[in-house]
Nanobody
Framework: QVPLVESGGGLVQAGGSLRLSCVVSGRTFGTYGVGWFRQPPGKERAIVAGIPWTGGSIYYADSVKGRFTISRDNTKNTVYLKMDSLKHGATAVYYC????????????WGQGTQVTDSS
């Protein structure tokens, strides 16, 4: 399994911004890209954005379109999630994972990074 390490979470007020980082050391065979997944308290984990390894289209969940931007720096083996205009109730743990073409994640996750709405 390829290790993933997330960072960049913290306290943020509604309307604020954060940039999350995910260091991914390599590509798992058969995966389509790297995605960011969000898990609010008491709710299931769900993908919010995904970026293909090569070609293809970037995916955004409808709830974050126009506010979140996923990008990749191959020289640093890092995938970023820039989150702007965060809403009330944005508290969640954010995880990154490699995912398959149908947007389903692998079973391997990093430790996650906590984002907390401080409004």
């Amino acid at each position: 399994q390829v290790p993933l390490v997330e960072s960049g979470g913290g306290l943020v007020q509604a309307g604020g911004s954060l940039r999350l980082s995910c260091v991914v050391s390599g590509r798992t065979f058969g995966t389509y890209g790297v995605g960011w997944f969000r898990q609010p308290p008491g709710k299931e984990r769900a993908i919010v954005a995904g970026i293909p390894w090569t070609g293809g289209s970037i995916y955004y969940a409808d709830s974050v379109k126009g506010r979140f931007t996923i990008s990749r720096d191959n020289t640093k083996n890092t995938v970023y999630l820039k989150m702007d205009s965060l809403k009330h109730g944005a508290t969640a743990v954010y995880y990154c994972s490699q995912y398959y073409r149908e947007l389903s994640p692998t079973s391997f996750w990093g430790q996650g990074t906590q984002v907390t709405d401080s409004s």
